[in-house]
């Protein structure tokens, strides 16, 4: 089992690029989330799917975010336009369904200048 | 929302010492969940553990519901272990709440 794989490990990009970050969850997981951790917030929940089907993103910072999950297999967070404040580590997790243990990719560090 | 608190915030040991880090959440939980940041920055699931005792080699935890507590124990600690863990729990109305976590640092 290849666990949930994360790409780019590392986004370097300019304030008002447009971002993506890419998410696989584990063959089998119905349900998959994408958390931010920064020092002053830790680790923040952004939304959560089950079975391809955003359940909440009431932790969406604001329209400049968004994440879609077209099929069971993948999934992404976009930052449009990005800003410095969005610098953190995106993690995605990914569980079999909610309740299970949870298990998380090894993140995406974003840095906005 | 439920509350979760960690303590203590940091701790330093030397390697073979044992060590017990605590979490207190302020609700009921059907689901509490321990995990290991390393210095790298993965997050490993360490335990599933909404009650009751798991041990897992040189770590266990122990989680009493009805008490609102969960306990993880580190023995015979090794430089491996340092890195930060976080408590995370779900009183069933949202998904997992996380903790600050405790920041752990094992000296040779």
């Known amino acids: 089992d290849a666990g949930v794989i994360q790409s780019p490990r590392h986004e370097v990009t300019e304030m008002g690029q447009e971002v993506t970050l890419r998410c696989k969850p584990i063959?089998?997981?119905?349900?998959l989330f994408w958390y931010r951790q920064t020092m002053m917030r830790g680790l923040e929940l952004l939304i959560y799917?089950?079975?391809?089907?955003?359940?909440?993103d009431s932790g969406m910072p604001e329209d400049r975010f968004s994440a879609k999950m077209p099929n069971a297999s993948f999934s992404t967070l976009k930052i449009q336009p990005s800003e410095p404040r969005d610098s953190a580590v995106y993690f995605c997790?990914?569980?079999?369904?909610?309740?299970?243990?949870?298990?998380f990719g090894n993140g995406t560090r974003l840095t906005v200048t | 929302g439920i509350q979760v608190e960690q303590s203590p915030p940091d701790l330093i040991l030397q390697e073979g010492a044992n060590s017990t880090l605590r979490c207190n959440f302020s609700?009921?939980?059907?689901?509490l969940q321990w995990f290991h940041q390393n210095p790298w920055g993965q997050l490993i699931n360490l335990f599933y553990?909404?009650?009751g005792t798991k041990q897992n080699g040189r770590l266990s935890a122990t989680t009493v519901a009805t008490e609102r507590y969960s306990l993880l124990y580190i023995s015979s600690s090794q430089t491996t272990d340092s890195g930060v863990y976080f408590c995370?729990?779900?009183?069933?109305?949202?998904?997992?709440?996380f903790g600050k976590g405790t920041m752990l640092l094992v000296s040779p």
């Open positions: 997790a990914s569980n079999v369904q909610r309740g299970s243990p949870l298990h």
């Open positions: 609700d009921s939980v059907n689901n």
């Open positions: 995370a729990v779900d009183s069933g109305y949202s998904t997992l709440t």
């Open positions: 799917f089950n079975n391809n089907v955003p359940i909440d």
């Open positions: 553990i909404p009650s």
């Open positions: 063959s089998g997981h119905n349900s």
